[in-house]
């Protein structure tokens, strides 16, 4: 049996891609598949999570994972302490995450990138799926843009299987210049010169090249300067779809996600301090064409749309704001536009 746990924020497509896995898996010959979701708080940006079971034989115990094969993180601030509990003996963990990892057993790949510059948005999860069909014998490329095709809307097939094909290219990247490091060679030519992770070790990342396409962008600094030109040209052109170093706000000038990120990952998704670091969107309000009409201040799920006295009557806390859009939705005078974090931290 391979089992596979991914924990994601609801939005992300978790739930989608243990559902497209598990159709995947199920059509090699007798294999059986499951997959489930577990959600608390049903809303954008909590966290929650998802399972795949599949095995050539009938699959009796329908229970929540304890240990997994592979355990996905499609929100790198769910990867917190503990995380290796889940993780089978020989297992490997995912992380969509551009952070130097120094332990062997996690693998990160940019995937809000990958998949930004194809769909130009990041929705990480299908890039997981080309991971997989790299890193486990289990899972093949057929059957997951078969699966694709079979359970997404027909618009969605070929963008989601160049997300695919994508991921498989990152993947085998970031394998190189893993192998080349634990032989312990001159990894130079294939992977550049591989520099020291924050804790001492070596990371196994690989970010986006700058040469993103159209619709997107990639921050200053995304682009560490320890990967080669090789492993860099080994990926599709991308896009970063959040800031790497501050997210400015109305309250804080100088936002580290990550002085916070840390204290917002609860299983119910209560948040009791700022939360904006894994936001991805956040809305912008003109205020020449508000008209006050208070639709976002009263459709906002969280409260962060507040009153001001200023040029528009409302403002945004972008502290708490999970960047759900659904402001925007409610705006009849299209007076509230979604923009990407790293958009606003260019302007």
């Known amino acids: 049996m391979i089992e596979v746990l991914w924990r994601g924020r609801g939005g992300q497509g978790a739930f989608t891609a243990a559902r497209l896995l598990g159709a995947a898996a199920s059509m090699g010959q007798g294999q059986c598949a499951l997959a489930f979701p ?6 954008r940006g909590a966290p929650m999570r998802a399972d795949t079971q599949s095995d050539v034989a009938g699959i009796g115990d329908r229970s929540a994972i304890k240990q997994a094969d592979y355990v996905i993180y499609l929100d790198d601030t769910l990867l917190g302490e503990g995380w290796d509990a889940e993780l089978k003996p020989g297992g490997m963990v995912l992380a969509n995450s551009k952070q130097a990892f120094s332990d062997e057993r996690i693998v990160a790949l940019d995937a809000d990138s990958i998949s930004a510059a194809v769909l130009g948005r990041p929705i990480p999860n299908t890039v997981f799926l080309g991971a997989l069909s790299v890193l486990s014998d289990q899972v093949g490329i057929e059957e997951v843009e078969e699966a694709i095709r079979q359970y997404m809307p027909e618009k969605l097939h070929a963008k989601n299987i160049a997300i695919v094909d994508a991921a498989r290219e990152a993947t085998r990247a970031v394998s190189s ?3 080349g490091l634990a032989m312990g060679g001159a990894v130079g030519s294939s992977c550049g010169e591989a520099s020291p992770a924050a804790d001492g070790g070596v990371s196994s990342s690989v970010a986006a090249p700058a040469n993103a396409t159209p619709g997107s962008s990639v921050a200053d600094g995304a682009l560490p300067t ?4 090789p492993c860099v040209s080994a990926l599709l052109s991308a896009a970063s779809s959040r800031p790497h170093a501050h997210i400015p706000t109305l ?10 990120a840390h204290t917002t990952c609860y299983e119910a998704g209560h948040l009791v301090t700022k939360n904006a670091g894994w936001r991805n969107l956040r809305p912008v309000i003109d205020a020449a064409s508000c008209t006050g009409c208070l639709q976002c201040y009263m459709h906002c799920p969280d409260g962060t749309v507040y009153k001001v006295d200023g040029p528009a009557p409302v403002a945004i806390d972008l502290d708490f704001c999970k960047g759900c859009g659904i402001c925007a939705r409610a705006c009849s005078f299209g007076s509230i536009t979604m923009i990407l974090e790293s958009e606003a931290k260019a302007r």
């Open 226 to 229: 320890d990967v080669g030109e």
């Open 177 to 179: 210049c893993a192998e």
């Open 251 to 260: 309250r804080t000038v100088n936002l580290d996600p990550t002085d916070f």
């Open 38 to 43: 577990a959600v608390g708080p049903e809303r």
